[in-house]
């Protein structure tokens, strides 16, 4: 079975502060995608990124980076200066296998962020 | 692309009544489609699968007679939540996966608070 596990529930910063989001995931398959999505107080789901089992390359796009460490099973989440408008609930989640068959996704309990001005 | 649309955004109704909520993939096919659950402060849980042409799959729990699905088409899915109840006030979430991919592409939800 598949487990994706986000300790932190509730992070508070001060915005212009540096904060890790963290993902720590179980599977036995070796083919999986990992993503992080980040969710507004509108609900709607925002895809941020997606990661193959394969590929540990670290990413950065502008404030954003992730990386992601096999070794350790984690594929955790950095926002470098905090914004208040990055306020909002942030889960992970894992996919096993590379085709569509057994698309399903399988997502942590959400980490909660609040950046106050 | 790849955008996925539900109405209503948010619903109210009385108990003991019938809610439907729609999942409506615009500018792609969609041979599957997923229904998620989402309580308050809480994560997304997965309620069904559904593919088009064949019934849904239920995961284990979800009452398939209280949440009927349909996937009548390759863009539409519904889910009818029967004699609704207070408790199955939530936010429901649908996504959708081309034929042959594997990305899930999510819809904006439905509030759904029953009376």
């Known amino acids: 079975a598949q487990k994706v596990t986000q300790a932190q529930t509730e992070i508070s910063v001060v915005e212009k502060e540096d904060v890790t989001l963290d993902c720590v995931y179980e599977?036995?398959?070796?083919?999986?995608?990992l993503f992080w999505y980040k969710q507004p107080p509108s609900g709607e789901l925002v895809f941020l990124i997606r990661r193959n089992s394969f590929d540990e390359q670290n990413e950065i796009s502008g404030r954003y980076s992730w990386n992601f460490q096999k070794s350790t099973s984690s594929f955790n989440f950095t926002i470098t200066a905090s914004q208040v408008v990055d306020s909002a609930v942030y889960f992970c989640?894992?996919?096993?296998?590379?085709?569509?068959?057994?698309?399903?996704?399988?997502f942590g309990k959400g980490i909660t962020l609040s950046v106050r001005p | 692309g790849a955008v996925v649309s539900q109405h209503p955004s948010w619903v109210i109704c009385k108990s003991g009544t019938s809610v439907k909520i729609e999942c409506r993939s615009l500018d792609f096919q969609a041979t599957t489609m997923f229904w998620y659950r989402q309580f308050p402060k809480q994560s997304l849980m997965l309620m069904a699968t559904s593919n088009e042409g064949s019934k849904a799959t239920y995961e284990q729990g979800v009452e398939k007679d209280k949440f009927l699905i349909n996937h009548a088409s390759l863009t539409l899915s519904t889910l009818t939540v029967t004699s609704a109840h207070p408790e199955d006030s939530s936010f429901y979430i649908c996504?959708?996966?081309?034929?042959?991919?594997?990305?899930?592409?999510f819809g904006p939800g439905t509030r759904l608070t029953v009376t």
């Open positions: 989640a894992l996919k096993v296998g590379f085709t569509g068959a057994n698309s399903k996704l399988t």
């Open positions: 599977t036995r398959d070796t083919t999986y995608y």
């Open positions: 996504s959708a996966r081309r034929d042959g991919g594997y990305e899930q592409y």
